[in-house]
């Protein structure tokens, strides 16, 4: 087992993994940019060493800097949490050439799933369901109508030098096939100077929902059942649950299946996150792999009694998983608590914390790194804190997420406390009943006086 640990992270999840470390008897090293010297897990790791000035390009995401901490400490393993450097594969293959053990993915590993048309061929070749689509550009408007006719209406045309939403048409029917054709084509062009187009199946109605699997040093993996991230505002994920309310035992089973599958192909090593798409018909297509912790692990945790920071140390040291796959026995939601104005457009509120009172009570867990007098630098996510709830039923979760909220006190910034406890009266996210386009036609009420 690793005597020494150098946490290459900040804040809540930097803090996570000192309190798991210190359960196991093993010392922990801080690594903090100036902007973050009264950061909590300064505080309480054994050793901290400063490791730069506030931007994240001079410290946090510094290798040099990072490995001379974890030498000058004598660190034999590194943790690099989320973000950051935790998908990097040059950082990885550095860990290991300093004999340094890379609590995560191999370099190998990060290489194959991070890039996205690599992933997909993998993930094919694994066995593992894809967006049907085009394999390339499409050379003309006959072969787009062909594999429209294969792979059946609605389709989704896209510009392959695309951004911005630019060149992209949905087509429902064939008889509006041509019309997009040349629209989107033409956009593309003027655009981009690219008129190229590919073709995916337009996946209606979608849910984002992750399957968690551990995978060991002898090409073993499990998986621990679901979480249902659709509720997102631009891509960023804003509250999470498990289990989703759209699961069905059928549909775990064989989501679940097809994520063990994914990682034992690739002989995968430690915590990862496979991530899919699930129309409304409750078919599922992959859509990438994360090769590290995510920010809502905990409420997997919550549902089925496990330390998933402890389980990557063990894994990372070499000992083998027990290979049972996990459902969850509670029911279990995460809010995300940003330093933002969910009034304002959720404008970014740095600042001071003037005061805070944090929940308790039976089924409450706090996540942060935050207390009154903290300053939130302006450098980093805005993420402070994750509140988390569970019960034994989804309404008895949400009941005491709502509880929970009203008592979470945040005084001198504002936060998005606001917009979650409206979340949990919104008749829709009540009844199970959101995709991701949730946030599309979501409004904010008036603010109290």
């Given at each position: 087992?690793f005597?020494?640990?150098?946490?290459?992270n900040r804040?809540?999840?930097?803090?996570?993994?000192?309190?798991?470390?210190k359960?196991?008897?093993?010392?922990?090293?801080?690594?903090?940019?100036?902007?973050?010297?009264d950061?909590?897990h300064?505080?309480?790791?054994?050793?901290?060493?400063?490791?730069?000035?506030?931007?994240?390009?001079l410290?946090?995401l510094?290798?040099?800097?990072?490995?001379?901490?974890?030498e000058i400490?004598?660190?034999?393993?590194i943790?690099?949490g989320?973000?950051?450097?935790?998908?990097?594969?040059?950082?990885s293959?550095?860990?290991?050439?300093?004999?340094?053990?890379?609590?995560?993915?191999?370099?190998?590993?990060?290489?194959?799933?991070?890039?996205?048309?690599?992933?997909?061929?993998?993930?094919?070749?694994a066995?593992?369901?894809?967006?049907p689509?085009?394999e390339?550009?499409?050379?003309?408007?006959e072969?787009?109508?062909?594999?429209?006719?294969?792979?059946?209406f609605?389709?989704?045309?896209?510009?392959?030098?695309?951004?911005?939403?630019?060149?992209m048409r949905a087509?429902?029917?064939?008889e509006?096939?041509?019309?997009?054709w040349?629209?989107a084509?033409?956009?593309?062009?003027?655009a981009?100077?690219?008129?190229?187009?590919y073709?995916?199946?337009?996946?209606?109605?979608?849910?984002h929902?992750?399957?968690?699997?551990?995978?060991d040093?002898?090409?073993?993996?499990?998986?621990?059942?679901?979480?249902?991230?659709?509720?997102?505002?631009?891509?960023?994920?804003?509250?999470?649950?498990t289990p989703?309310?759209?699961?069905?035992?059928?549909?775990?089973?064989?989501?679940?299946?097809?994520?063990?599958?994914?990682?034992e192909?690739?002989?995968?090593?430690?915590?990862?996150?496979?991530?899919?798409?699930?129309d409304k018909?409750?078919?599922?297509?992959?859509?990438?792999?994360?090769t590290?912790?995510?920010?809502?692990?905990?409420?997997?945790?919550?549902?089925?009694?496990?330390?998933?920071?402890?389980?990557?140390?063990?894994?990372?040291?070499?000992?083998p998983?027990?290979?049972?796959?996990?459902?969850?026995?509670?029911?279990?939601?995460?809010c995300?608590?940003?330093?933002?104005?969910?009034?304002?457009?959720?404008?970014?509120?740095p600042?001071?914390?003037e005061?805070?009172?944090?929940?308790?009570?039976?089924?409450?867990?706090?996540?942060?790194?935050?207390?009154?007098?903290?300053?939130?630098?302006?450098?980093?996510?805005?993420m402070?804190a994750?509140?988390?709830?569970?019960?034994q039923?989804?309404?008895?979760?949400?009941?005491?997420?709502?509880?929970?909220?009203?008592?979470?006190?945040?005084?001198?910034?504002?936060?998005t406390?606001?917009?979650?406890?409206?979340?949990?009266d919104?008749?829709?996210?009540?009844?199970?009943?959101?995709?991701?386009?949730f946030?599309?036609?979501?409004?904010?009420?008036a603010p109290e006086?």
């Open positions: 087992m005597k020494k640990i150098l946490i290459a804040g809540e999840i930097a803090m996570r993994i000192i309190r798991t470390c359960e196991m008897g093993i010392k922990t090293v801080a690594v903090y940019s100036t902007a973050d010297a950061s909590l300064v505080r309480f790791a054994d050793e901290a060493v400063c490791i730069g000035p506030p931007q994240s390009s410290s946090y510094k290798i040099s800097n990072i490995i001379s901490a974890a400490t004598n660190a034999d393993a943790h690099p989320y973000g950051f450097l935790s998908e990097n594969a040059k950082f293959k550095i860990c290991e050439e300093h004999d340094i053990k890379f609590i995560g993915a191999s370099a190998e590993m990060i290489s194959k799933m991070g890039d996205k048309a690599t992933a997909k061929a993998t993930m094919k070749a066995g593992v369901p894809c967006v689509g085009s390339g550009i499409l050379e003309d408007f072969e787009c109508q062909k594999l429209a006719k294969e792979i059946g609605p389709v989704m045309l896209k510009a392959t030098a695309g951004g911005g939403g630019k060149g087509v429902w029917k064939e509006n096939l041509q019309a997009a040349d629209s084509r033409q956009e593309a062009g003027a981009f100077g690219n008129d190229g187009m073709m995916e199946k337009l996946i209606e109605e979608p849910r929902i992750e399957i968690q699997v551990i995978g040093q002898t090409g073993k993996a499990c998986h621990l059942s679901e979480r249902d991230c659709s509720v997102q505002r631009r891509h960023q994920k804003l509250t999470e649950e989703s309310p759209f699961m069905t035992p059928k549909l775990r089973k064989q989501m679940g299946e097809a994520a063990v599958k994914a990682a192909f690739i002989k995968y090593e430690g915590a990862g996150t496979v991530e899919f798409l699930v018909h409750r078919k599922f297509y992959f859509m990438e792999m994360n590290r912790i995510q920010v809502e692990h905990p409420i997997t945790e919550q549902v089925i009694d496990y330390d998933l920071i402890r389980e990557q140390i063990l894994v990372a040291a070499g000992v998983i027990s290979g049972k796959n996990y459902e969850p026995q509670l029911h279990s939601i995460e995300r608590i940003n330093a933002e104005d969910p009034y304002n457009n959720f404008r970014p509120s600042g001071r914390i005061n805070l009172h944090a929940p308790g009570g039976h089924g409450v867990r706090i996540d942060t790194h935050v207390y009154s007098g903290y300053i939130i630098p302006p450098h980093y996510d805005s402070i994750k509140l988390i709830t569970t019960a039923t989804r309404e008895e979760a949400i009941n005491k997420m709502k509880r929970a909220l009203d008592e979470f006190i945040i005084e001198g910034i504002k936060t406390i606001p917009f979650h406890r409206q979340l949990m919104d008749p829709r996210y009540v009844a199970g009943n959101y995709t991701t386009a946030m599309d036609d979501f409004k904010m009420n006086e």
